[in-house]
Every structure is written in C-alpha cells, then in structure tokens.
C-alpha cells in the first residue's frame, strides 16, 4: 500500500537521530557534515550504501530505509504531468 504523500526519509532520519549533532553523526557515518545535511533537508536521497550504514548505526535495517526512499521517491513522481503509455500487449 502506497502512503500518501510520504515523508522524505531524511525527515525520519532527523528524529532517529534525536539530540546527536549533525557534525557528530556525519562522523561516525563516515561521511561529510553538508553530505548528511542534504539527506536531512530533503534535498539528497539515501543510497543503498546509506541504508546499510544507517542499518548498522541505528539498529534498524536497510530494507527500511531503501523501502521509504522509494516510496517517497514514487510519489513526487507520480504527482508530475507524465505521459501515460498503453498496455503492452504479450503473447
């Protein structure tokens, strides 16, 4: 089931990370302050190698953070003037 208008998971990211500094949190991701900053404004998504560090870290599974980014990814999406194609028909 597709969720309406589903959170960037960055947003979901941000309270996962409760009162740990950004600075603090990057460095232990292994990654840069402005790198995390983008995926917590929403500006930058989470990769697969982003869901398996934040599996590790947090204690929660990739799958997880792969599955919202998806969601949240097919939803801007599907909110864009596309052009619908017809059924392809097989044998």
């Known amino acids: ?13 941000r309270e996962y990370l409760g009162d740990v500094s950004v600075t603090a ?4 991701l ?5 790198g995390l900053s983008r ?3 929403g500006s930058a998504g989470i990769s697969a190698e982003m869901a ?5 870290s947090l204690g929660t599974s990739a799958e997880m953070w792969i ?3 998806a969601e949240y990814d097919l939803w801007q999406v599907s909110k864009r ?3 619908k194609l017809p059924r ?4």
């Open 25 to 28: 949190a990057a460095r232990h």
């Open 67 to 69: 599955g919202m980014q």
């Open 52 to 56: 398996l560090k934040l599996s590790d």
């Open 88 to 91: 392809l028909v097989t044998a």
């Open 30 to 34: 292994g990654m840069t302050r402005a």
């Open 1 to 13: 089931m597709v969720m309406f208008n589903p959170p960037h998971p960055g947003k979901v990211l």
């Open 39 to 41: 995926i917590l404004n």
């Open 81 to 83: 003037y596309r052009v």
